[in-house]
């Protein structure tokens, strides 16, 4: 389980990025965060990653207390980060321990679950977008972390190759069964992949609500519920108007 206790994120020169966030994550559940730009989503990420340090309050992975990078987390970024002079395979099993083959198997079984057979000795000038994003997914998993972490990952992609991807993402899921936590503006991203939204609002971001997602696994991006529940998040982040205010009053 993943618990976050009172952070707040305060930079040298004096602006505070979140402000005590406190939610707990439980093994196998999808977290959303949600905000509008420059709430903290991103910088709070990089605390329960170990990226950053220098915060104050308690971040712990089953009850151990985060203090730096470990192979407990794995993190997706907005861009793929491939090292370009490596192939895919290499860069998929990058760091791992073992002769080889050993790392060479690790990193076969996650492109195989990312649908990449077949491109294992393509460099990264050769793949799409998706597909680079892909091999950035094979690598977060392939030291098979309990949490996996991901900002904005498919922020940069065309609708269609980024709703493929989501759907690839809950393939991944229902594999590894890792926790997962999502930085997304994208509601309806959102609403379609996770099973509770936080949502930070303020500058600095505080959590101000917990949402749960109404709907069970199986996921349906026509679901009436799912326009319910944008409409709601809409509202709370203050982007919808009472229809009082857009009503045009009648000619007299």
Request: proline share 2%; charged share 25%.
């Amino acid at each position: 389980m993943l618990s976050v206790e009172r952070v707040t994120r305060t930079f040298a020169n004096g602006k505070t990025a979140v402000k005590n966030i406190s939610f707990t994550a439980e093994k196998g559940e999808i977290v959303g965060i949600l905000g509008m730009s420059g709430c903290g989503k991103s910088t709070l990420l990089r605390v329960i990653a170990g990226l950053d340090t220098g915060y104050d309050g308690v971040v712990k992975i089953d009850g151990h207390v985060v203090n730096g990078v470990g192979e407990e987390t794995g993190v997706i970024f907005q861009e793929p980060r491939l090292m370009p002079w490596l192939t895919v395979v290499d860069n998929v099993c990058f760091g791992l321990k073992g002769s080889k083959q050993e790392k060479y198997n690790k990193a076969q079984r996650l492109i195989d679950l990312v649908n990449l057979t077949g491109f294992e000795e393509h460099y990264q000038k050769e793949l799409s977008g998706g597909m680079a994003q892909r091999v950035a997914i094979a690598r977060a998993l392939v030291t098979s972390p309990e949490i996996l972490l991901l900002d904005e990952p498919f922020s940069a992609l065309d609708a269609l190759t980024k709703m493929r991807l989501q759907d690839l993402l809950l393939d991944v899921w229902n594999e590894c069964r890792s926790t997962m936590l999502l930085v997304t503006h994208d509601i309806d991203e959102a609403l379609y992949l996770c099973d509770r939204l936080l949502v930070l609002r303020g500058q600095p971001g505080e959590l101000f609500r917990d949402v749960a997602v109404e709907r069970g696994r199986l996921r349906s991006r026509g679901d009436y519920r799912v326009a319910e529940q944008k409409k709601a998040i809409l509202d709370t982040l203050n982007l919808t108007h009472s229809s009082s205010s857009r009503r045009e009053r009648p000619d007299s």
